[in-house]
């Protein structure tokens, strides 16, 4: 069965640090992955997509078939990157019928 | 351009009693989704309309149905209410040929006692 995993539930780093929101899935196929963010009282919104290869704010993500991850990494996290962020897999390529993992809560401290 | 709306943003029901819930979506997209997010979890996806059709449906039972109408927005209603259907119910919309491209609602928090 498909299923996304986020292993941390919550996460913390000094400003300035590195880091690194972890995903592993389970899907039989060619994945399609995603990134979503929610800052504080705001809307789910993408935050980027691994068929794009885009940076976004600075975050980027690979994706691993090896070890069936999609990690999301930036270099040096800012306050305004505190936030909930959920990895998400495509049920079917290009039908946004979204699995999504439980999330992972990030805060940057100052 | 106008964003996803959903309404209510709250609502308290109790058990058994049935509930629908509404999401209009962005202008000019033609595809909605609905998921439902327990609380501390992620989003699960429960179905998708496409052109006034149900297309394709995750591991929710029949009681939860849904309608969408000739301009695009949708209803979720949910029969015979259980404690378990409390959550936050999300509605994303996608444009024509979106691919990859989601775009979610605030959410309407349905609460069930």
């Known amino acids: 069965a498909q299923r996304v995993t986020q292993p941390e539930k919550l996460l913390s780093v000094f400003k300035g640090a590195p880091v690194e929101l972890k995903c592993n899935y389970s899907?039989?196929?060619?994945?399609?992955l995603f990134w979503y963010v929610q800052y504080s009282r705001q809307r789910l919104q993408l935050l980027l997509r691994h068929i794009s290869r885009e940076s976004i704010k600075g975050f980027t993500a690979d994706l691993n078939k090896g070890e069936t991850s999609f990690h999301l990494k930036k270099p040096f996290a800012q306050e305004e990157d505190s936030a909930m962020y959920y990895c998400a897999l495509d049920l079917i390529q290009g039908a946004q019928k979204l699995v999504f993992g439980q999330g992972t809560r990030l805060t940057i401290n100052p | 351009e106008t964003g996803v709306t959903q309404s209510p943003t709250h609502l308290i029901k109790t058990r058994g009693q049935q509930v629908t819930l509404r999401c209009s979506s962005q202008?000019?997209?033609?595809?909605v989704s609905w998921y439902q997010q327990a609380l501390g979890q992620g989003p699960q996806f429960i179905f998708q309309?496409?052109?006034?059709?149900?297309?394709g449906r995750g591991n929710f039972p029949p009681r939860f149905s849904g309608l969408q109408f000739p301009n695009y927005s949708s209803e979720l209603n949910v029969n015979a209410l259980e404690l378990d259907d409390s959550a936050l119910y999300l509605c994303a919309s996608s444009p024509p040929g979106g691919w990859d491209t989601q775009y979610f609602g605030p959410g309407t928090r349905l609460t069930v006692l």
């Open positions: 309309y496409y052109r006034e059709e149900e297309n």
């Open positions: 899907y039989s196929g060619s994945p399609e």
């Open positions: 202008s000019g997209h033609n595809t």
